[in-house]
């Protein structure tokens, strides 16, 4: 079976476009087979994203949203927010559908089409990501504390996760160096913000 993050390029194309507003502030992404929520915007990536808008302290510098998908977290906020943005994913029609997301909405990012962090050396104030989970903990695990390593001291992460997914598990390891909290939740939907020590 195929699962989101693998690239099949033999999947056929059918485009659709999903509509989010925020205030007055209204989006269109194009969307298509093989990538995460094809249909609607996931209930896990809105929830992250109006409680980062609500609750974070840090709203400028330099974002990455890993594991992009067509865009909606990254482009999201950069439309809101005065933030210089990077947006990454493993799938390559992820990747394709972000840059037409960032052209048609006039954001300008960084995109990379990247393994976790195999091609990006930078680091940044914040990475905020809806991780993949069936990629296993094990992936997980090593993506997030990847993510760490690419922030800057008193940079923050931001995720959501399923509490039935493993979130104080998560949590726990996460809490042995850095600060790690449970910012919100939400039908069964953690967001959890770490700080670098
Ligand atoms: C849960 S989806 C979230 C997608 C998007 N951020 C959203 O909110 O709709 C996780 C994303 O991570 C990507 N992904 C999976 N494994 C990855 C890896 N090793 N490196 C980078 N991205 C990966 C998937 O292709 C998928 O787009």
Partial sequence: MDHYFTNNEQLKSEIRYINYSYGDIKITFASDNGVFSKDKIDYGS??????????????????????????????????????QISMSDINKRAVHLTKINLKDNNIKAQVYLSDGFTDINDIF???????PIRVGKNILLRLLLDSVSHLKNNGELWFVIRKDQGAKSIINILEEEHKCEIVAKSKGFYIIRLIKS
Avoid at 60 to 69: M, R
Wanted: with cysteine; proline share 2%.
């Fill in 46 to 83: 809105k929830f992250l994203v109006e409680t980062f808008l609500k609750k974070a302290d840090i709203k400028n510098g330099s974002f990455l949203d890993l594991g992009c998908g067509y865009g909606f977290i990254g482009i999201t906020l950069a439309k809101i927010l005065d933030v």
């Fill in 125 to 131: 104030d914040i990475i905020i990501t809806n991780p």
